[in-house]
């Protein structure tokens, strides 16, 4: 696993990432955590395009205890995407409604968006106050609309929040 500061030496801007996305063409799915200052929606984009999950983007200054940055690590190390939330709302306020998105209702926007940031359904449910077996239905729906077909190869869910996070990629 690699944690990276996108803004390292020798330019400060996006070296950090350029070395990330290098090291996850050379050893594909190896699973990245960006650390950054800024919301570079730029920078998201470039790191989920090739969807294959282990990835994640926090904000620096809004890491706020070990535990919460030790469960990301673990989330990411696994697999799965994080997201910190203002990155999430930057990349959602660069969407469009024709895209397969607009399909979705509120609460399953609202579901999917907690996804993005790496919530379990156990705390999505907590958060939205509803049950997990209604997280559970809006996901199921979600992948429905979204035309995730299960499959043995693929995670539905990382699919959806690459779809939710990505324009054009659902």
């Known amino acids: 696993m690699a944690i990276v500061d996108i803004r390292l030496p020798p330019t400060h801007t ?10 996850r063409e050379r050893i594909p799915g190896l ?7 800024y919301v570079e929606h730029i920078y998201a984009r470039e790191l989920l395009a090739d969807r294959a999950g282990g990835v994640g983007y926090l904000l620096k200054d809004r890491v706020f205890s070990d535990d919460q940055f030790v469960d990301t690590i673990r989330t990411v190390a696994g697999g799965g995407t994080v997201m910190d939330p203002e990155v999430v709302t930057k990349l959602l ?3 469009g409604s024709g895209e397969p998105l607009a399909r979705l209702s509120e609460r399953e926007r609202q579901v999917l968006a907690l996804m993005a940031e790496g919530r ?9 106050f509803i049950s997990e077996k209604a997280v559970s239905k809006h996901s199921t729906s979600i992948f429905t609309k979204l035309e995730l077909a299960p499959s043995d190869d693929d995670n539905r869910r990382v699919l959806a929040v690459h779809a939710y996070l990505l324009p054009g990629s659902g």
């Open 14 to 23: 996006d070296d950090g990432l350029r070395a990330a996305l290098s090291a």
């Open 31 to 37: 699973p990245v955590l960006l650390l950054s200052q």
């Open 93 to 95: 306020g660069r969407r």
């Open 120 to 128: 379990s359904n156990s705390a999505i449910a907590h958060r939205l």
